[in-house]
C-alpha cells in the first residue's frame, strides 16, 4: 500500500520560508514523478512544482517561479518543498502526490495524472 506523509507545514509571516517534506512508502520511489499541488479554502486544488523520478527534470506554477524549489532524495523515499518569500495567498493546504506512470523524463501537471496523495500540511502565511 502505497503512503505519502507531509510535514513541515506551519505559520509564517510573510517573507519567510518553509520546506515541506513527503515520505514515501510502499512503491519504488524513484520509478515515478512526484508533484505538490496545493488547495485554498473555497478554491480547487491546484498545481504548484512537478520532479520526475531522476530529478532531472522540474516544472513550477508561474505563481510560484522563483520562489519555490523542489527536489528529492531517492535514497530516503522523500520529495521536498522549499518555499520561499511566502505571500499571504500562499496560504492553503500542500498536498504531495506520486505520478500514476513510470516513464522516463515525465514531469505532470494534471491531478488526473497521480494516483496516490498524502493527507496534507497547512501553511498559513501572515501579512
Known amino acids: 500500500q502505497v503512503q505519502l506523509v507531509e510535514s513541515g507545514g506551519g505559520l509564517v509571516q510573510a517573507g519567510g520560508s518553509l520546506r515541506l517534506s513527503c515520505a514515501a512508502s510502499g512503491r519504488t520511489f524513484s520509478s515515478y514523478a512526484m508533484g505538490w499541488f496545493r488547495q485554498a479554502p473555497g478554491k480547487e486544488r491546484e498545481f504548484v512544482a512537478a520532479?520526475?523520478?531522476?530529478?532531472?527534470?522540474?516544472y513550477y506554477a508561474d505563481f510560484v517561479k522563483g520562489r519555490f524549489t523542489i527536489s528529492r532524495d531517492n535514497a530516503k523515499n522523500t520529495v521536498y518543498l522549499q518555499m520561499n518569500a511566502l505571500k499571504p495567498e500562499d496560504t492553503a493546504v500542500y498536498y504531495c502526490?506520486?505520478?500514476?506512470?513510470?516513464?522516463?523524463?515525465?514531469?505532470?501537471?494534471?491531478?488526473?495524472?497521480?494516483?496516490?496523495w498524502g493527507q496534507g500540511t497547512q501553511v498559513t502565511v501572515s501579512s
Open positions: 502526490a506520486s505520478d500514476r506512470k513510470s516513464t522516463y523524463r515525465r514531469v505532470s501537471t494534471r491531478l488526473d495524472e497521480y494516483d496516490y
Open positions: 520532479i520526475s523520478r531522476s530529478g532531472g527534470s522540474t
